[in-house]
């Protein structure tokens, strides 16, 4: 029965492993299935050195038309299910057509490879990195492995950061000013704000302030817009009277946040947005929405 | 924010000690296998349970104390490192990712103390963090709880920083900082509770609020407690500080609560330095402010304070004390219009007991209160609020218990203008505090300015004031008198003139009482004015030939126009008695024709006033009594009297009065001495008369009730025949009492059943004498029985 199943089998295995594979940093990745898995981090520009590794199963003798392996930058997009985009494509032959009895190993080295763009698993969405190993063949369909790998880029502290700072209001009911310290945030930055009540005439129950992101994929008429709340955070509870300044401290390390993304090979862009919501006592909700900028900050731990 | 039924709040109650009892058994368990992920989960989730708009304060109270148990022991977990492996500074932030806000503050507070006490950061910069932080809570209960857990949570903090001496001064300014920025936003938010709800529930939030006045004030006692607060740092940053929160929040509840916290909680010492600026936050509170009260804690606490020791004394002298307190009471009851009479003089009250307290000695400080007060009561209609005039009796009686001496508050020249303002009743009542006083602390009252100053004040008592229809109470009215009688007999000087004076001016006084005053007064007034008789009496020798304004004689008018008055009210029988007072002072004088005067007016009164066959009897007696003991008349006069008097006797309407009153007259011309009158035959003519009156109602008795009367009359004259027997009248002989003694034996044969004991130990002192031997056993000795 064994025998059997094996028969269905590839004849071979294939591992990919990389050459700093051990002292390189592993990050979190969530796969299709919904698992997780820790893959290798990379960022732009870096050299990916490893070797492949083919092992015939039962020594049985493997014919092919050649191995080869590529490194793949992909934006695939659900609602084109099955369109994948190559962004980055490189390839490097790693045996020549003919015959395989015994295990194998075979270096490759793609080096100082643009990535420019960063892995992303979005809603509708997903970049991501992959090295693919094809043993080409015959009449038989080709053998061929996978191995993600998540590439993030560091940007250093922007140059110019603004606050961010605006009077917003409803006439004689309600008038606010509020303060967020930057707009541009590194995903470990904390927001420190200040909201001040310039005149209150209703009745406010509460205040959060809401992180939201939205991801826009496609372009034209085939845009696809998706909003999630990332985080509610709680800022205020009660009625303010008027002259009272409420502050802001938000840790944004809790949260699962990505850089901003602009327009990424045309295919999507992911922005983030504060939004200050207050809600008075017959549950009407008054809010405010401002962009802000995410960046990844190199960590120095 | 309905009315809520007290069931229902009961459920919610419930509800929400159980959420914290479920969370605090997964946050024990989290605690005891050391996961701080578990701890900071279920402490969230618990503390989820404060978030509830529900609760009345008491019930929330009683669900935060819960949570707070519960709290510490989560600080202790915090505190200890080794356990949860994770820096305070991390965990300070770590707890800052709860999304909800309540729960959120309190994690931080709650580790901020485990900060602040780790010395990982400056304390001030934490502190300065989370009283900041708590702005996010804005809703009152909850804001008010929770910035009380934070000043709970970093007291003792705050006492080890402030009391740190070795550290520099910045440090207590921190913490005093950090209370005083707690204390501010915690009575906004309490004032704010007023301002929330229907005016409907106005009063239960009232009384809601006043069950969270102690979480505000509380910092205050804290600020207290610390002991870098000197009294400069006092001075400059923490009184200016709540003052100003006190006048901006224009809160009643709140500013009574907190002056009086102020008051309380902080040192007599510091008040006293910094008076002025307390005293200037007064008149800016609210006019619904009960600042009366306030003032008058403050008040009471400094003149505590002044009797603690004489150093501190000159303390109060320095700064002003009084004045400065005067002129705030002034500009307080300027400024609130509204305040009704009671407070303003309830003020006046205090500030009186204050100036009585600390300065004893200035009598215009009290006299200049006295002053201010009749300028608020005459620019108000006459008092009609019992209260008030409830309040102005204390303000009167003050100076009275104060200075044992009453003289002194005699001298208070706004004393009677404070007088004029009370109701004749109240009038009264403050006349009578006056004369206790007096009496009380037996204050002699020795010079006429003062008595005239006296009487001024208690003319209610004196005499009918204009609204004279007063119901008024018999008994009260009576005491009252009483009480003036009294007093008169307090007023007393060694110096024969001025005391005269001091008669006539209470005489002038007391002659506007009218009649129903008159007999109380009158005796007091005219036995003072024979003591001075007497007196001048024993001084007569001296005196004589000079040109002095007070004789006896002087005296002797002035008395005769009293008793006239009095005999006109009419009150006949007192005057007799009186008259015959004077009659004997004038023997006593030596002024023959002065007494004589005196007995025609006794016998004018007795027969033109003295109608009452007992008053008769009685007067009889008097005059019998009076006329005997009198030496200074002449033989004609004497007899014109006496005949006069047995006159009388025998004219009287029953006959045992009139056999009595006869016997009695036989004394008239019996009287011991040196000089004395014996004039036996006129003796035993009175005995025998008495005795023939006597067997007439002896004649009469039995013809009206058929049997013989008693014997008692004749008992009676046997006792005086030995009387006489004894002293030795020769008309008198043994004889006549064996005859007597007959036929009183004969009288008892009549009913022997009754044995007279009178007679029994008439007999048996007969007997005695006879046993006796000597000159008067022989005597007696012819006396059979």
Same mark, same amino acid.
């Given at each position: 029965? #064994?025998?059997?199943?094996?028969?269905?089998?590839?004849?071979?295995?294939?591992?990919?492993?990389?050459?700093?594979?051990?002292?390189?940093?592993?990050?979190?990745?969530?796969?299709?299935?919904?698992?997780?898995?820790?893959?290798?981090?990379?960022?732009?520009?870096?050299?990916?050195?490893?070797?492949?590794?083919?092992?015939p199963v039962h020594r049985k003798k493997v014919e092919h038309n050649g191995v080869k392996i590529e490194l793949l930058g992909q934006i695939e997009l659900y609602f084109d299910r099955g369109n994948f985009y190559d962004f980055t494509s490189l390839v490097r032959e790693l045996d020549i057509p003919g015959e395989l009895y015994e295990r194998k190993t075979y270096p490759f080295e793609f080096s100082t490879v643009e990535m420019p763009y960063e892995s992303y698993n979005g809603v509708n969405v997903?970049?991501?990195?992959? =090295?693919?190993?094809?043993?080409?063949?015959?009449?038989?369909?080709?053998? /061929?492995?996978?191995?993600?790998? /998540?590439?993030?880029?560091?940007?250093?502290?922007?140059?110019?950061?603004?606050?961010?700072?605006?009077?917003?209001?409803?006439?004689?009911?309600?008038?606010?000013?509020?303060?967020?310290?930057?707009?541009?945030?590194?995903?470990?930055?904390?927001?420190?704000?200040?909201? %001040?009540?310039?005149?209150?005439?209703?009745?406010?129950?509460?205040?959060?302030?809401?992180?939201?992101?939205?991801?826009?994929?496609?372009?034209?008429? #085939?845009?696809?817009?998706?909003?999630?709340?990332?985080?509610?955070?709680?800022?205020?509870?009660?009625?303010?009277?008027?002259?009272?300044?409420?502050?802001?401290?938000?840790?944004?390390?809790? %949260?699962?946040?990505?850089?901003?993304?602009?327009?990424?090979? #045309?295919?999507?862009?992911?922005?983030?947005?504060?939004?200050?919501?207050?809600?008075?006592?017959?549950?009407?909700?008054?809010?405010?929405?401002?962009?802000?900028?995410?960046?990844? =900050?190199?960590?120095?731990? | &924010?309905?009315?809520?039924?007290?069931?229902?709040?009961?459920?919610?109650?419930?509800?929400?000690?159980?959420?914290?009892?479920?969370?605090?058994?997964?946050?024990?368990?989290?605690?005891?296998?050391?996961?701080?992920?578990?701890?900071?989960?279920?402490?969230?989730?618990?503390?989820?349970?404060?978030?509830?708009?529900?609760?009345?304060?008491?019930?929330?109270?009683?669900?935060?104390?819960?949570?707070?148990?519960?709290?510490?022991?989560?600080?202790?977990?915090?505190?200890?490192?080794?356990?949860?492996?994770?820096?305070?500074?991390?965990?300070?932030?770590?707890?800052?990712?709860?999304?909800?806000?309540?729960?959120?503050?309190?994690?931080?507070?709650?580790? @901020?103390?485990?900060?602040?006490?780790?010395?990982?950061?400056?304390?001030?910069?934490?502190?300065?963090?989370?009283?900041?932080?708590?702005?996010?809570?804005?809703?009152?209960?909850?804001?008010?709880?929770?910035?009380?857990?934070?000043?709970?949570?970093?007291?003792?903090?705050?006492?080890?920083?402030?009391?740190?001496?070795? +550290?520099?001064?910045?440090?207590?300014?921190?913490?005093?900082?950090?209370?005083?920025?707690?204390?501010?936003?915690?009575?906004?938010?309490?004032?704010? &509770?007023?301002?929330?709800?229907?005016?409907?529930?106005?009063?239960?939030?009232?009384?809601?609020?006043?069950?969270?006045?102690?979480?505000?004030?509380?910092?205050?006692?804290?600020?207290?407690?610390?002991?870098?607060?000197?009294?400069?740092?006092?001075?400059?940053?923490?009184?200016?500080?709540?003052?100003?929160?006190?006048?901006?929040?224009?809160?009643?509840?709140?500013?009574?609560?907190?002056?009086?916290?102020?008051?309380?909680?902080?040192?007599?010492?510091?008040?006293? $330095?910094?008076?002025?600026?307390?005293?200037?936050?007064?008149?800016?509170?609210?006019?619904?402010?009960?600042?009366?009260?306030?003032?008058?804690?403050?008040?009471?606490?400094?003149?505590?304070?002044?009797?603690?020791?004489?150093?501190?004394?000159?303390?109060?002298?320095?700064?002003?004390?009084?004045?400065?307190?005067?002129?705030?009471?002034?500009?307080?009851?300027?400024?609130?219009?509204?305040?009704?009479?009671? @407070?303003?003089?309830?003020?006046?009250?205090?500030?009186?007991?204050?100036?009585?307290?600390?300065?004893?000695?200035?009598?215009?400080?009290?006299?200049?209160?006295?002053?201010?007060?009749?300028?608020?009561?005459?620019?108000?209609?006459?008092?009609?609020?019992?209260?008030?005039?409830?309040?102005?009796?204390?303000?009167?009686?003050?100076?009275?218990?104060?200075?044992?001496?009453?003289?002194?508050?005699?001298?208070?020249?706004?004393?009677?203008?404070? &007088?004029?303002?009370?109701?004749?009743?109240?009038?009264?009542?403050?006349?009578?505090?006056?004369?206790?006083?007096?009496?009380?602390?037996?204050?002699?009252?020795?010079?006429?300015?003062?008595?005239?100053?006296?009487?001024?004040?208690?003319?209610?008592?004196?005499?009918?004031?204009?609204?004279?229809?007063?119901?008024?109470?018999?008994?009260?009215?009576?005491?009252?008198?009483?009480?003036?009688?009294?007093?008169?007999?307090?007023?007393?000087?060694?110096?024969?003139?001025?005391?005269?004076?001091?008669?006539?001016?209470?005489?002038?006084?007391?002659?506007?009482?009218?009649?129903?005053?008159?007999?109380?007064?009158?005796?007091?007034?005219? *036995?003072?004015?024979?003591?001075?008789?007497? $007196?001048?009496? @024993? $001084?007569?020798?001296?005196?004589? +030939?000079?040109?002095?304004?007070?004789?006896?004689?002087?005296?002797?008018?002035?008395?005769?126009?009293?008793?006239?008055?009095?005999?006109?009210?009419?009150?006949?029988?007192?005057?007799?008695?009186?008259?015959? $007072?004077?009659?004997?002072?004038?023997?006593?004088?030596?002024?023959?024709?002065?007494?004589?005067?005196?007995?025609?007016?006794? *016998?004018?009164?007795?027969?033109?006033?003295?109608?009452?066959?007992?008053?008769?009897?009685?007067?009889?007696?008097?005059?019998?009594?009076?006329?005997?003991?009198?030496?200074?008349?002449?033989?004609?006069?004497?007899?014109?009297?006496?005949?006069?008097?047995?006159?009388?006797?025998?004219?009287?309407?029953?006959?045992?009065?009139?056999?009595?009153?006869?016997?009695?007259?036989?004394?008239?011309?019996?009287?011991?001495?040196?000089?004395?009158?014996?004039?036996?035959?006129?003796?035993?003519?009175?005995?025998?008369?008495?005795?023939?009156?006597?067997?007439?109602?002896?004649?009469?008795?039995?013809?009206?009730?058929?049997?013989?009367?008693?014997?008692?009359?004749?008992?009676?004259?046997?006792?005086?025949?030995?009387?006489?027997?004894?002293?030795?009248?020769?008309?008198?002989?043994?004889?006549?009492?064996?005859?007597?003694?007959?036929?009183?034996?004969?009288?008892?044969?009549?009913?022997?059943?009754?044995?007279?004991?009178?007679?029994?130990?008439?007999?048996?002192?007969?007997?005695?004498?006879?046993?006796? +031997?000597?000159?008067?056993?022989?005597? *007696?000795?012819?006396?059979?029985?």
């Open positions: 029965m #064994n025998y059997l199943v094996g028969a269905f089998k590839p004849p071979c295995n294939i591992f990919i492993s990389f050459a700093d594979g051990r002292s390189r940093k592993q990050v979190p990745l969530k796969k299709e299935n919904g698992k997780t898995v820790m893959v290798a981090l990379f960022q732009s520009q870096e050299s990916i050195v490893g070797e492949v590794v083919i092992e997903r970049l991501r990195y992959i =090295l693919k190993v094809t043993i080409s063949r015959n009449y038989v369909g080709n053998i /061929v492995e996978y191995q993600e790998f /998540v590439v993030r880029n560091y940007t250093p502290p922007p140059s110019i950061n603004n606050i961010i700072k605006m009077e917003v209001g409803i006439e004689d009911c309600l008038h606010i000013e509020f303060e967020y310290s930057k707009s541009k945030y590194h995903l470990k930055d904390v927001i420190i704000g200040k909201i %001040y009540f310039l005149l209150v005439r209703i009745k406010l129950k509460n205040m959060d302030l809401e992180i939201r992101y939205r991801e826009s994929t496609g372009s034209g008429p #085939n845009t696809y817009v998706e909003t999630e709340t990332l985080a509610k955070f709680e800022l205020m509870d009660g009625a303010p009277v008027r002259g009272e300044s409420i502050p802001i401290r938000l840790f944004l390390s809790p %949260y699962e946040l990505t850089p901003t993304y602009q327009n990424i090979n #045309n295919k999507f862009s992911v922005k983030y947005y504060l939004n200050l919501v207050l809600v008075d006592e017959e549950d009407r909700r008054y809010f405010k929405q401002q962009e802000i900028t995410m960046y990844r =900050l190199l960590e120095t731990s | &924010m309905l009315l809520i039924g007290a069931e229902d709040e009961e459920k919610w109650l419930a509800e929400g000690i159980a959420g914290v009892q479920h969370n605090a058994f997964y946050l024990h368990r989290a605690l005891d296998s050391n996961n701080l992920r578990d701890a900071l989960k279920y402490s969230a989730q618990m503390l989820s349970e404060l978030r509830t708009s529900k609760l009345s304060p008491q019930k929330y109270y009683e669900l935060y104390m819960r949570a707070f148990d519960e709290l510490r022991i989560l600080e202790m977990f915090f505190k200890d490192e080794s356990k949860h492996g994770v820096s305070v500074v991390d965990l300070y932030e770590l707890v800052q990712h709860a999304g909800n806000i309540l729960p959120r503050l309190y994690l931080l507070c709650t580790v @901020g103390s485990v900060y602040i006490k780790s010395k990982e950061a400056p304390a001030k910069e934490l502190l300065q963090d989370l009283v900041e932080m708590c702005h996010g809570v804005q809703h009152p209960i909850r804001g008010l709880f929770l910035r009380s857990y934070l000043a709970q949570i970093s007291r003792d903090k705050l006492l080890d920083i402030g009391s740190d001496y070795e +550290g520099d001064a910045d440090t207590v300014m921190d913490a005093v900082e950090f209370i005083l920025e707690n204390f501010t936003e915690m009575n906004k938010l309490w004032v704010r &509770m007023q301002l929330e709800g229907p005016g409907r529930v106005r009063e239960k939030r009232e009384k809601e609020r006043s069950a969270l006045q102690e979480l505000v004030g509380k910092n205050l006692h804290v600020l207290s407690q610390i002991e870098g607060v000197d009294l400069e740092i006092y001075k400059e940053t923490v009184l200016p500080r709540v003052l100003e929160q006190v006048v901006n929040c224009k809160d009643d509840l709140s500013q009574y609560y907190l002056m009086d916290c102020i008051i309380q909680v902080f040192p007599d010492e510091y008040h006293l $330095q910094t008076l002025e600026m307390l005293l200037a936050a007064c008149p800016q509170v609210q006019p619904t402010v009960d600042i009366k009260t306030v003032l008058s804690r403050l008040m009471d606490r400094l003149s505590k304070y002044a009797a603690s020791s004489a150093d501190v004394l000159t303390e109060f002298l320095q700064v002003e004390a009084f004045t400065k307190l005067s002129n705030a009471i002034e500009k307080v009851i300027e400024v609130q219009v509204d305040m009704p009479a009671v @407070g303003a003089i309830t003020l006046y009250v205090s500030l009186l007991t204050f100036t009585l307290r600390v300065h004893p000695d200035r009598l215009d400080y009290v006299d200049q209160v006295l002053g201010a007060c009749v300028k608020k009561l005459s620019s108000i209609p006459k008092l009609e609020d019992s209260r008030a005039t409830k309040q102005v009796v204390a303000l009167l009686s003050a100076p009275l218990e104060k200075y044992n001496d009453t003289v002194t508050a005699l001298k208070i020249s706004n004393y009677p203008r404070v &007088m004029d303002h009370l109701d004749n009743g109240t009038n009264k009542v403050m006349a009578m505090v006056i004369i206790e006083s007096i009496m009380k602390n037996n204050t002699c009252i020795s010079t006429a300015d003062k008595v005239e100053v006296l009487f001024e004040l208690i003319k209610g008592l004196i005499k009918d004031l204009d609204s004279a229809t007063d119901e008024l109470d018999e008994e009260d009215f009576k005491d009252e008198q009483n009480s003036v009688a009294k007093l008169i007999h307090m007023l007393y000087n060694n110096e024969p003139e001025e005391m005269l004076k001091i008669i006539c001016i209470v005489w002038k006084h007391t002659m506007a009482g009218g009649p129903k005053r008159l007999p109380f007064t009158v005796p007091s007034l005219v *036995f003072s004015a024979l003591r001075l008789v007497r $007196q001048l009496q @024993g $001084q007569e020798g001296d005196i004589v +030939g000079e040109e002095v304004p007070a004789t006896p004689k002087k005296i002797f008018q002035l008395l005769s126009q009293m008793i006239e008055a009095l005999s006109a009210v009419p009150s006949p029988e007192l005057a007799l008695r009186l008259y015959l $007072q004077c009659a004997e002072a004038a023997n006593g004088c030596d002024l023959e024709y002065v007494a004589y005067e005196f007995f025609t007016q006794v *016998f004018v009164l007795y027969e033109e006033e003295i109608a009452n066959s007992k008053a008769q009897v009685t007067a009889i007696h008097l005059i019998i009594g009076a006329l005997q003991r009198m030496n200074v008349f002449s033989v004609e006069n004497r007899d014109t009297l006496t005949h006069k008097t047995t006159g009388y006797s025998a004219r009287l309407l029953k006959k045992p009065d009139q056999c009595r009153a006869v016997y009695a007259c036989s004394h008239l011309f019996w009287v011991d001495g040196q000089d004395g009158i014996r004039d036996g035959e006129r003796v035993l003519l009175c005995l025998k008369r008495a005795l023939r009156i006597a067997n007439a109602a002896q004649q009469m008795a039995s013809i009206a009730r058929d049997s013989s009367g008693p014997v008692t009359l004749f008992v009676e004259i046997l006792n005086k025949y030995l009387y006489y027997f004894e002293k030795g009248n020769k008309q008198i002989t043994a004889a006549a009492i064996q005859h007597l003694i007959e036929l009183i034996n004969t009288e008892m044969q009549g009913d022997s059943a009754t044995s007279d004991a009178f007679l029994a130990s008439t007999l048996r002192y007969i007997q005695f004498q006879k046993q006796r +031997g000597g000159v008067m056993g022989a005597k *007696f000795e012819s006396i059979k029985l």
